[in-house]
């Protein structure tokens, strides 16, 4: 749930899920697998809003937005590893889908950025 635009703390769970006792790897991974979750929701937010939001209501030529994607791609991809924090992530995520980012790529920067937040936090609190 916190990774979409509803307020939540995956944080805090896996703080106190680590607190219990147990295994580290399985708590980690769950919490990047939720969150990663929570973001492919904003994607396809943003994706299946492609066509309404470009041509409808901002009016937005093809070609601008071809050459948009284009760039996105080419030079906006990496800023994806950052889609974990707060206020800015949720908009990437979106961002990504009006832009079409591939699927694949989207899953694995995105996943890989969360993934090494989480694996930061049970490190520092184990």
């Known amino acids: ?8 703390s995956s944080e ?10 147990g295994g580290v790897l399985m708590p980690v991974l769950s919490a990047t697998a939720g969150n990663l979750l929570g973001s492919l929701v904003t994607y396809v ?16 030529d093809e070609n ?6 284009s760039w996105f791609n080419r030079r906006g991809l990496a800023v994806l590893l950052l889609a974990w924090l ?21 899953v694995f920067l995105v996943g890989l950025g969360k993934l090494a937040r989480y ?5 520092a609190f184990v």
């Open 45 to 60: 937010m943003g994706r299946a809003g492609n066509t309404m939001l470009h041509h409808r209501w901002l009016r937005i």
């Open 1 to 8: 749930m916190s990774a979409t635009l509803l307020p939540g």
């Open 86 to 106: 707060p206020v800015i992530g949720d908009p990437l995520c979106l961002f990504a889908g009006l832009l079409r980012v591939d699927p694949v790529l989207f």
């Open 119 to 123: 694996a930061f936090l049970a490190w």
């Open 12 to 21: 805090a769970l896996l703080l106190y899920r680590l607190g219990e006792g």
């Open 64 to 69: 601008d937005l071809a050459r948009a994607e």
